[in-house]
């Protein structure tokens, strides 16, 4: 799904790497450990990392395991950071069979923050015509946001959704 949105940054930046998270009923646990460890590779601190929807409480927990400072800033498109409704809805039906699912319905869970001992710039892209994931109430943790014309899914496919992750990929480098 993030393909096109690679290629669009490759023009950008050396070096872009895409990880697709496995599908769900998949074990949370190993899924977090996978991450970090492929986090751990790097060891500069010159990681930037875009993560979308669900993908981002993946990263952000990921982050709280991982033993290097590699990460340095994050993009977060149409991110889980609160509960979502329709999740809340589905967790009950679904009976904890969707560990995924269970995750976005509760706010505790769903509100991982990002390591303080990292120092990660942060910022958040929403879509305009967002109907499934909740802006948080507090926005004041973040350093940057904003919101483009697109709705959840749509705008990883559009170009304005790309070019406004990318200037947030240069900012967030900026600001460094």
Not at 7 to 35: E, G, I, N
Not at 108 to 120: G, R
């Amino acid at each position: 799904m993030v393909y096109p949105l690679q290629r669009y940054l490759r023009k950008r930046f050396s070096s872009v790497v895409c990880w697709d998270y496995p599908r769900v009923f998949t074990d949370l646990d190993r899924t977090l450990d996978q991450l970090a460890l492929r986090f751990d590779q790097h060891t500069d601190g010159s990681v930037a990392v875009v993560a979308h929807s669900f993908g981002d409480w993946v990263v952000r927990s990921a982050l709280h395991r991982m033993k290097s400072r590699a990460v340095n800033s994050l993009v977060s498109v149409c991110p889980v950071v609160t509960s979502v409704a329709a999740a809340e809805i589905l967790s009950q039906v679904s009976s904890d069979l969707v560990p995924e699912l269970t995750v976005m319905a509760n706010v505790e869970q769903s509100e991982v923050p990002l390591p303080n001992q990292m120092n990660i710039k942060r910022s958040l892209v929403w879509a305009r015509g967002e109907t499934l994931v909740r802006r948080p109430k507090d926005l004041a943790m973040y350093d940057r946001e904003r919101r483009v014309f697109a709705f959840h899914n749509t705008i990883l496919f559009q170009f304005n959704g790309w070019k406004a992750i990318q200037e947030e990929l240069i900012a967030l480098a900026e600001q460094r």
